[in-house]
């Protein structure tokens, strides 16, 4: 059975979307503080929206 979750789907988008920028500020700009900086805010999104969707309980939930 397919997950049609379009809050876990566009958040998965978005952390591939700033690994890619990640690189590209990496690899052409020499920017290594922000991006590293980026990189962890971004990619946070997906697991807090996954923390959140396999809450236990309400109060699991909340917490």
Known sequence: MKDNNIIKDKS???AI???NL?????QDKKEFV???QLLKS???V???VREGLNAES???FIH
């Open 12 to 14: 998965f988008k978005f």
């Open 17 to 19: 979307r700033t690994v």
């Open 22 to 26: 990640y690189k590209y500020l990496q």
């Open 34 to 36: 922000l991006s590293k």
């Open 42 to 44: 971004g990619t946070s």
């Open 46 to 48: 997906g697991a807090n």
């Open 58 to 60: 309400k109060a699991d």
